[in-house]
């Protein structure tokens, strides 16, 4: 059973515009949200991530939207630029407590076109 | 600062081979990973070490055994491998609990 989904493999956006990718969630112990960035055959690098007392965290051009009764988050990148052409994953915790491992998705190619 | 470093970067190995990968954080986290990933999927959690014990073991075959000699090091020796364990193994820390979990580089593996 998947407890973090990206149902969006793929998203093409142009240079300058809004990039916004999607992630769902089911598992309601789940409190900490984080996106990591991912270039071939490099480890994840932390990008962003909001605690479930939050709805929205900003760090430069990469905002964190989560809505708890929905279940869902999305990262928005303005304005995009051709270097954040990675996959995306998104990655959740919870409880805040033990050692909970990071769920992941699937992850989301973005390529930023020129 | 928020650099894991791995080593090697690069490892070919046949399946009779012993080897052993190396992870090492300055940041004073007291939770390291190692994680799994194949080409085109996420990362996949192998082992977590909570002050220096091992904590969670994700039912790895036991031709990977993982080694923490102290909180600033973890090792996973490898041994009898098969080819399908040819992947890009990552190593991870974080200050515990949930917290932010910050990667290494990688070691891509190729078992011959």
């Known amino acids: 059973d998947q407890q973090v989904k990206q149902n969006s493999p793929s998203l093409s956006v142009q240079e300058g515009r809004i990039s916004i990718l999607n992630c769902d969630y089911t598992n309601s112990m789940f409190d900490y949200f984080l996106w990591y960035k991912k270039y071939p055959a490099e480890g994840p690098t932390f990008l962003i991530s909001?605690?479930?007392?939050?709805d929205k965290n900003e760090d430069g051009r990469f905002t964190v939207f989560l809505n708890k009764s929905a279940k869902h988050l999305s990262l928005h990148i303005v304005p995009s630029q051709p270097g954040d052409s990675a996959v995306y994953f998104c990655?959740?915790?919870?409880?805040?407590?033990?050692?909970?491992?990071?769920?992941f998705g699937k992850g989301t190619r973005l390529s930023v076109i020129a | 600062d928020t650099e894991v470093t791995q080593t090697p970067k690069h490892l070919v190995m046949g399946m009779t081979n012993k080897k052993s990968l190396k992870c090492e954080q300055h940041?004073?986290?007291?939770?390291m990973y190692w994680y799994k990933q194949k080409a085109k999927k996420p990362p996949e959690l192998m082992f977590v070490?909570?002050?220096?014990?091992?904590?969670i073991n994700e039912s790895v075959p036991s031709r990977f055994s993982p080694e923490c000699p102290n909180s600033s090091l973890l090792n996973l020796h490898l041994h009898a491998l098969q080819p399908e364990d040819s992947a890009l193994y990552l190593c991870?820390?974080?200050?515990?609990?949930?917290?932010?979990?910050?990667f290494g580089p990688g070691t891509r593996l190729t078992v011959l």
């Open positions: 909001i605690s479930s007392i939050k």
């Open positions: 991870a820390s974080s200050r515990g609990g949930g917290d932010t979990q910050y």
């Open positions: 990655a959740a915790s919870g409880p805040y407590s033990g050692n909970t491992p990071l769920v």
């Open positions: 940041m004073g986290h007291r939770a």
């Open positions: 070490y909570s002050y220096e014990k091992l904590s």
